[in-house]
């Protein structure tokens, strides 16, 4: 049976960290290992973490000490440093909820597909409030995955992506020391740059918490909307990407011809003149998932925020 690295990052944790732990012992996939990255917790968090290692033995999970520098760059120092030698990776998040099955849904796909080749699993979520009833979902996207999609949207969540080594292996390359924008957009970028397959379930896998402390909240959620639409007009999408073709320039022996010609696109369209963006608006490839999302990324590109 193939075994699963769970890779979970904490951080003042301890109000929900329990349910998740629970919740992930709980698993219909049992062959699984944890390695837990804390960044310098000072509430219970830690005690809660060693309560479980005991439990459930050293072997079945670890706990290290996180670099101390943002969630994000902590998910990536358990990539880009562990020894872990599974098959398949997840990332968990201290807060959530996991369906029993997430994880066997996940290796379900995974394990029909080549795995030579870069493969990610990521799905929807439920939104879950501090008292677990269910708020909503995350928004459902219907356009296909890909590289002319990563380049200017993430579509899932990191805590609901399952991935194989060969992805693992990839990511590792890229080291610590670069600006990342968020762990979660880099798999799903470097996947789909990398001629890898992607499989975004329409089917919830996780109960997402959306609470106060959330470093990043969901996007259905309307002050993370505007938000997210102030980012937009401040320029710091384009700002995003470039830091993304930054850390995609370090694997570049590896992109696919379809990913090289999607970042020649890029510059291209980003050297448009507001009536050329529109004289060649059916020539743009790239798009986001929603008719909303997608005409707000034709006005960035318009007034020069892509």
């Given at each position: 049976?193939?075994?699963?690295?769970?890779?979970?990052?904490?951080?003042?944790?301890?109000?929900?960290?329990?349910?998740?732990?629970?919740?992930?012992?709980?698993?219909?996939?049992?062959?699984?290992?944890?390695?837990?990255?804390?960044?310098?917790?000072?509430?219970?968090?830690?005690?809660?973490?060693?309560?479980?290692?005991?439990?459930?033995?050293?072997?079945?999970?670890?706990?290290?000490?996180?670099?101390?520098?943002?969630?994000?760059?902590?998910?990536?120092?358990?990539?880009?440093?562990?020894?872990?030698?599974?098959?398949?990776?997840?990332?968990?998040?201290?807060?959530?909820?996991?369906?029993?099955?997430?994880?066997?849904?996940?290796?379900?796909?995974?394990?029909?597909?080549?795995?030579?080749?870069?493969?990610?699993?990521?799905?929807?979520?439920?939104?879950?409030?501090?008292?677990?009833?269910?708020?909503?979902?995350?928004?459902?996207?219907?356009?296909?995955?890909?590289?002319?999609?990563?380049?200017?949207?993430?579509?899932?969540?990191?805590?609901?992506m399952i991935f194989n080594r060969k992805t693992f292996e990839i990511v590792s390359?890229i080291g610590t020391n670069d600006k990342i924008v968020s762990h979660d957009w880099?798999?799903?970028?470097?996947?789909?740059?990398?001629?890898?397959?992607?499989?975004?379930?329409?089917?919830?896998?996780?109960?997402?918490?959306?609470?106060?402390?959330?470093?990043?909240?969901?996007?259905?959620?309307?002050?993370?909307?505007?938000?997210?639409?102030?980012?937009?007009?401040?320029?710091?999408?384009?700002?995003?990407?470039?830091?993304?073709?930054?850390?995609?320039?370090?694997?570049?022996?590896?992109?696919?011809?379809?990913?090289?010609?999607?970042?020649?696109?890029?510059?291209?369209?980003?050297?448009?003149?507001?009536?050329?963006?529109?004289?060649?608006?059916?020539?743009?490839?790239?798009?986001r998932q929603t008719y909303f999302g997608h005409i707000a990324l034709i006005i960035?590109?318009?007034?020069?925020?892509?």
């Open positions: 049976m193939p075994e699963i690295t769970i890779l979970m990052c904490t951080y003042n944790g301890s109000r929900f960290l329990e349910e998740q732990l629970i919740s992930i012992e709980n698993q219909t996939f049992k062959n699984w290992n944890i390695i837990v990255s804390d960044d310098k917790s000072i509430d219970k968090t830690v005690k809660i973490l060693k309560e479980f290692q005991i439990k459930w033995g050293r072997e079945k999970m670890q706990i290290v000490n996180g670099p101390g520098n943002g969630f994000s760059k902590n998910f990536l120092s358990l990539l880009c440093n562990s020894s872990s030698k599974s098959s398949y990776y997840a990332f968990a998040d201290q807060d959530d909820i996991w369906d029993p099955n997430k994880l066997t849904k996940g290796i379900e796909f995974l394990s029909k597909e080549e795995p030579s080749n870069a493969l990610l699993y990521c799905s929807r979520t439920k939104l879950i409030d501090t008292k677990n009833n269910v708020i909503g979902n995350s928004p459902l996207f219907s356009k296909k995955p890909s590289i002319f999609n990563a380049l200017v949207q993430s579509i899932a969540g990191g805590n609901t390359r880099l798999i799903y970028l470097i996947v789909t740059s990398v001629s890898g397959k992607v499989n975004y379930d329409k089917w919830t896998s996780v109960f997402y918490r959306q609470h106060e402390n959330n470093k990043i909240g969901n996007n259905m959620m309307f002050f993370s909307r505007i938000k997210r639409i102030f980012y937009f007009l401040r320029g710091d999408l384009k700002k995003w990407i470039n830091q993304n073709l930054i850390i995609l320039n370090k694997i570049d022996d590896q992109l696919s011809l379809e990913a090289k010609q999607a970042i020649k696109h890029l510059q291209i369209v980003r050297n448009y003149s507001w009536f050329e963006v529109i004289i060649n608006l059916k020539k743009i490839k790239f798009y960035g590109i318009i007034f020069k925020r892509l």
